[in-house]
T-cell receptor, first 111, second 116 residues
Framework: GQQLNQSPQSMFIQEGEDVSMNCTSS?????WLWYKQDPGEGPVLLIA?????ELTSNGRLTAQFGITRKDSFLNISASIPSDVGIYFC???????????FGAGTTVTVRA | GAVVSQHPSRVICKSGTSVKIECRSL??????MFWYRQFPKKSLMLMAT?????????EQGVEKDKFLINHASLTLSTLTVTSAHPEDSSFYIC????????????FGPGTRLTVL
């Protein structure tokens, strides 16, 4: 699959702080997906983006589909302990439905 | 909606035995399901695409005779790890593509396989 570069790799934050992570790709994506994975569980879809420039919110989560269609970011506002986990960006290839995944951002929240 | 289940959630087996993992889409039909493998602290690695009514397509480096995939219905795909060895120990996750919702993929909860 295509290579997605996700950063940062990990972050330690205080409860109440905002969190931001992003993904970039060398090729154009038509869809950007953001997932969260808790330990020992499968990824859960948080936000799906379908149009360049689209800004979508889901509670305290906000994600944007970059205008160039080669990047996306995810923000978490006012973090809480249950935000701990690994966040992955993903996107399907142009000719099939196979997802390419970023390496993940591990978020740890200090109470 | 869009719930995917996996069974079993955990399995421990002896080296040389075969293990079957089931993936079910509970409230939607999925002509395509995917099987992933995940190592600790790593991202998901796609193993194969499971196509209902036809043969699975495997990613490069994945042995099709080792990891048998059957997608006999629109809601069920199975992965059988044949003659398992300790190096096959891993977290296996399936996903199902919901054709009715922008082709989004929904993941199962995963199966932890430990081969002794």
């Amino acid at each position: 699959g295509q290579q997605l570069n996700q950063s940062p790799q990990s972050m330690f934050i205080q409860e109440g702080e905002d969190v931001s992570m992003n993904c970039t790709s060398s090729s154009i994506f038509n869809t950007w997906l953001w997932y969260k994975q808790d330990p020992g569980e499968g990824p859960v879809l948080l936000i799906a983006l379908y149009k360049a420039g689209e800004l979508t919110s889901n509670g305290r989560l906000t994600a944007q589909f970059g205008i160039t269609r080669k990047d996306s970011f995810l923000n978490i506002s006012a973090s809480i302990p249950s935000d701990v986990g690994i966040y992955f960006c993903a996107g399907p290839g142009s000719n099939d439905y196979k997802l390419s995944f970023g390496a993940g951002t591990t978020v740890t929240v200090r109470a | 909606g869009a719930v995917v289940s996996q069974h079993p959630s955990r399995v421990i087996c002896k080296s040389g035995t075969s293990v079957k993992i089931e993936c079910r889409s509970l409230d939607f039909q999925a002509t395509t399901m995917f099987w992933y493998r995940q190592f600790p602290k790593k991202s998901l690695m796609l193993m194969a695409t499971s196509n209902e009514g036809s043969k699975a397509t495997y990613e490069q480096g994945v042995e099709k005779d080792k990891f048998l995939i059957n997608h006999a219905s629109l809601t069920l795909s199975t992965l059988t790890v044949t003659s398992a060895h300790p190096e096959d120990s891993s977290f296996y996750i399936c996903s199902a593509r919901d054709m009715g919702v922008h082709n989004e993929q929904f993941f199962g909860p995963g199966t932890r396989l430990t081969v002794l």
